[in-house]
């Protein structure tokens, strides 16, 4: 692979509504924050160059509706994505419970090559906030239990783990884009094998 | 072939396409509008994928899955389902439906400026004909590319070949032009000779059996003779050179033109409907006097501040338009009543019942979420502890009580924002807010068919606008038109001033100059920013972002009146096909009216169409039972 080409990253972020995704994208890409933010129609997208590993990669950070039934605009947002942020709001217990749907829909809906090492990132947000009610332990078992998905416990309005929770899922993007690269190398002929295969005996070429 | 079509899953769709030359077998259907459909064979173990061709005329509504496989009815949270169904077979479809399987197909030919695709058979014949309708076949084309091996004629670059994959001759196809065995055939040779001295018509139609002559020709026995093949090879040089020559200009200028829309003509916008003129339309009862003329009025310029709180409870169909003074009184009190019961309902919930109500919990939280987060830049609902916000919470539960089934969708409290700053009263504003609902609730549904259905509509009518756009779109991932969910989703309210939006959705309430304006002022937008979007081969990602940047740019105004512009040159056009008609809430007229006009390009207008409606009457545009009986065939193929 050429190490010259820029590399540009996509990355989704998904979660129930009001968990703060929009503040999280904005804090990481403007540092800023505001609890001005409407909720989410259709998508966004913004993007912030990062240095990772000695390379400067773009990222291309994704936006969405946190409303299940716009899940359906889905398939064209998710297309092409590199890594998969999942955020809930650690005062709020049913987004929590959530996390399973949108890990399983945005497996479903983006189809990855590789699904079982897809990289995903988990997102415990609004720690500035209390009463707690998902403990760090809980979130970290859940994490273990889909193939140790790292965990991040952020405050969008402090700005607090920001940057390195992004640093990390710029990482496993980029390791994820290597991956699916290779991937493609290892059947440089993908192609051409099934055509030049099984002359199937249609009689269907006539002669005039 | 019939069995076979189970195995098949539709792979690309194109509408608004006429057939103009059929089998026998589908004669009856030969200038009829309908849809091009490519299904591919999903049988599993098969290395070679098999493909073919349908269309499907257009009475048969076509499911939105067909249109759109992106789309995915998914619920995340709760009772997870989706319906991803595939088309639902009806019997009749078999029987009207022309199917070709692509084995049969062994070249096609673009004609018109790619309004026209051919397709031959094995023997030189026409198999099907079509005229495009809207746009061009480049995109059909280009389908048709990635699924099939396909050459072009050196020569007539809208000749195209298809390398039959399953034959032996394949291979040898694989090899050079030059490399063909002909020496033997002398049936080819007579062949060019022929075409080369016959007429362009003739030649251009016939040059197609070269291909099917070269396939023939070869036996992988005989070896190339070189004289021969430069004989052949010059011929086919003149004869390409000849064909390219007698093109003939005139007919393609012709065909192109006769496609164009009508000129635009230029609309200005209107003072805004005064206290004077809405007072001087009230009768001694309260009654208003002219209705169209009124909401002709508020089309033009919108509604005087002053009076908007009173004219927006007509035009969201809280008062009745033909209601008395005392009627409306009435109303009032029967509506205040039935309101606070309703309200009551859910205020009087324990909180041990919303625990026990876990549906109703979840939208009352998706409520409080999306309140706290509502319009809080304006005054009127800035700050901590705000009462409007409280208000605003509770017109939204109290609506969750009266259409719990739809309950509470992020956007609707953009919707009712508005209404409850100009109402200034909890009641009413609910009852407003209802009223816009009644208008918009395709798009809030579960199933999201309204918005798939708007997006859809918004790409067949930017096609009739402006194909190259929408071509442009489709070939650059764009053609689901997501990029303009949000504008439809809540009507622009994202995008436009406070003020704006007001002025906006008051003239859209009129419901003039058609059905569905709102999407012909989309068509506008994307046509004023079309080399924007154009520039340096922007893509799905790049166009969304530049729409979404958009938002407190927009002229809505210029856009009001670049749209109705656009109405009358739909409406005045002599190529209106039935697939544009009913989105606008036009009569359907039958593919005949317009067969004629496919024959005969350069006829005058016909008068006894539409098109000769003055620009400015809008009386003869209203929904006819025929058309409500359409859309709700529409909305139940959605369902």
Redesign the interface.
Known sequence: MASRKKILLKVIILG???VGKTSLMNQYVSRKFT?????T?????LTKEVTVDDRTVTL?IWDT?????????????YRGADCCVLVFDVTAP?TFK?LD??RD?FL??ASPRDPENFPFVLLGNKVDLEPRAISAKRAQQWCQSKNNIPYFETSAKEGLNVEQAFLAIAKNALAQQNSTIDLYNEFPDQIKL??T??????G????? | MEDEFDDYQECFSQEGILLKEAPPSHETYIDSIGIIIIHESKKDGEDLKKFMLEWKPNDITIDSDVQYQEWAVVNTVQKRYRTLSGTIPDPHVKFRCLKINFDIIKSFKVQNKGRQLTFYDGSSEVLCSFLFQCGNCDVLVAALKTHLRIGTSKRDRQLYVIYDSDSPEYQQLNKSFAALNIKHDHSLWDFVKNIKDNSYEGSLGAFAKVTNIVFSSLDGTRYPDEITKDDLNNSITELGDEIVHSMAPSLEDGVSSAFQLPPRKEFVRCNPLTEEQWDSQLNSSGQLEDVDDIKMSIFKGGVHPSIRKEVWKFLLDYYPWSSTHSERQALVKVKRDEYYRMKLQWKSFSKQQENNFLDYAQRKSLVEKDVARTDRTLEFYAGDNNINLQTLKDILMTYVMYNFDLGYVQGMSDLLSPILWLMLDECDAFWCFVGFMDKVMSNFEIDQAGMKEQLTNLHVLLNFVDPKLANYLVEHECGNMFFCFRWLLVWFKRELSQEDVMRFWEVLWTGYPCQNFHLLVSVAILEHERNALMEEERGFTEILKYINELSGKLDISLMICKAEGIFHQINDSDYLSDSVRPILGLPVIGTNNLDSHEQSPFESPDISSTGTQPCCSVENVRISPDEIAYEDSIGSNFL
Do not use: H, M
Not at chain 1, 35 to 39: F, G, L, P, R, V
Not at chain 1, 41 to 45: E, K, S
Not at chain 1, 197 to 202: E, I, L, V, W
């Open positions: 129930d509504s009001s609890n001005q933010y409407k909720a129609i259709g998508a966004d997208f291309q509706a946190g409303q299940e039934r716009f899940q359906s605009l889905g398939v064209a947002f049913n959530s749907s949108w829909e479903i809906q099934t055509n295969q099984k002359p199937s005996g249609s269907d070429s006539c002669a005039c």
